[in-house]
């Protein structure tokens, strides 16, 4: 059973920083991807980075010039360190990673950018 647990979520002000960690444990092979989704409220959930085992990457087109993904393949891990944080960025986000084309969730944590 694979299992992904977030930490890193809070508040933070419009300009600040945050920086999200994701540990995945259990049965893990063949891992296609990790990353990060995000849902604001009465939004649709939508991507925000992903990273490949071999280091490639794809963001969210807000997010590009802030947000950095990295992983460390050996620990299973996925970070995600998010600049210059605007109200927009509000939502619960989300740590997933792909195995053998199933994907798999955290249970999500909260950002919320506000003055």
């Known amino acids: 059973q694979v299992q992904l647990v977030e930490s890193g979520g809070g508040l933070v002000q419009p300009g600040g920083s945050l920086r999200l960690s994701c540990a995945a444990s259990g049965i893990i092979a063949s891992i296609g991807a990790m990353g990060w989704y995000r849902q604001a409220p009465g939004r649709q959930r939508e991507l925000v980075a992903t990273?490949?085992?071999?280091?490639?990457?794809n963001y969210l087109a807000s997010a590009k010039e802030r947000f950095t993904i990295s992983g460390d393949n050996a620990e299973n891990t996925v970070s995600l360190q998010m600049n210059s944080l605007s109200p927009e960025d509000t939502a619960v986000y989300y740590c997933?990673?792909?195995?053998?084309?199933?994907?798999?969730w955290g249970k999500g944590t909260l950002v919320t950018v506000s003055a």
């Open positions: 997933y990673v792909l195995v053998r084309g199933i994907p798999y």
């Open positions: 990273i490949t085992p071999g280091g490639s990457t």
